[in-house]
């Protein structure tokens, strides 16, 4: 069985490619149970989360993602997620790779995250903001530069030693203007994308902030409890989804404005089924603000996995 390590499944994973590989499995589709969502207790601490992710293309590949997120791991300066891919022969069922499922899930978020950017984000859109300066900030901005012509990122963190210190690295690694933020409302009135990777359970971005024609990316609050959108946003921006199942009933952002009643199931315009297929255009105008919420979904590790597989098998 094939082993990749963190760095092998990062330069197996090259952004263009990976992104395509998720397009085409939102338009082909695979089989993808629904999966398992457990809260551990963790004494003293945040409760933490342990991920099952299956899914499987008949006669051909399936795989199983095993994910613990642990918050309080921030306190220790390790990071919140952990996980392993297991790709196995659906026809055989012999085991052929354990993928560093940290790295695979890092970066298909991330291309998940662009993806929707291509239908989503203005063809000019220059300016990133990206809210967290956590493990999957750098992939963020990777994945973004893939598909827009990015000049300019700014980092926004509850840490400003945190967030300046991602932007000194991030400057080592791209050659586009990288700085930190201390006003998160005003890099918000700044920004042509926003995208948002953190753990919060009460909003960080406001709708007020947010200036006509800007993408949303909402990466974050993947349990019903948390937030990283307020109600104002939800009711100023065209709504869009990774999948309809899942943020339905697991992303904070879509739940609680449904329970309120701020958000109609109607008013989730389409998801990445819908947009890649071609059953949706998309952004439909440069003023309009636009919004895409994932949680992630195992269709999207499946394709990273079986990409990783095939690049690196030569």
């Not at 993947?222 to 309809?244: G, N, Y």
């Amino acid at each position: 069985m094939l082993l990749l390590s963190e760095d092998q499944t990062r330069d197996a994973l090259l952004f263009p490619d990976l992104i395509d590989a998720l397009a085409d499995m939102f338009r082909t589709g695979c089989e993808m149970p629904t999966r398992h969502h457990h809260d551990m207790e963790v004494p003293g601490e945040p409760d933490a989360t342990m991920l099952l992710m299956p899914a499987w293309l008949p006669g051909s590949f399936a795989g199983v993602k095993v994910v613990n997120v642990m918050p309080g791991n921030s306190a220790r300066n390790l990071p919140a997620v952990s996980a392993q891919y297991l790709l196995s022969d659906a026809r055989t069922g012999a085991m052929l790779a354990l993928v560093d499922g940290g790295e695979l899930t890092a970066r298909r978020t991330a291309a998940a995250s662009a993806l929707a950017a291509r239908y989503l984000a203005r063809s000019d859109a220059r300016h990133l903001l990206v809210v967290g300066a956590g493990r999957l900030a750098a992939n963020l901005v990777e994945a973004h530069m893939a598909v827009r012509p990015i000049e300019e990122v700014t980092v926004w963190g509850r840490s400003l030693e945190k967030a300046e210190a991602l932007a000194q690295d991030l400057r080592g690694r791209f050659p586009v203007t990288i700085q930190a933020a201390e006003n998160l409302d005003e890099a918000l009135g700044n920004a042509d994308i926003v995208s948002a990777a953190t753990l919060s359970v009460e909003p960080l971005i406001c709708g007020k902030a947010v200036k006509p024609g800007t993408h949303v990316d909402l990466v974050g609050a993947f349990k019903p409890s948390m937030r990283e959108s307020d109600d104002e946003l939800i009711r100023r921006a065209q709504i869009f989804v990774d999948t309809r199942d899942g943020c339905l009933s697991e992303g904070g952002d879509i739940v609680q404005p449904l329970r309120s009643g701020v958000l109609s199931k109607d008013d989730v315009k389409a998801d990445l089924y819908e947009l890649c297929r071609g059953g949706h255009p998309g952004r439909q105008s440069d003023a309009e603000i636009t919004l895409f919420k994932s949680v992630g979904a195992a269709l999207e590790d499946l394709a990273g996995a079986i990409l990783a597989f095939r690049n690196t098998q030569g």
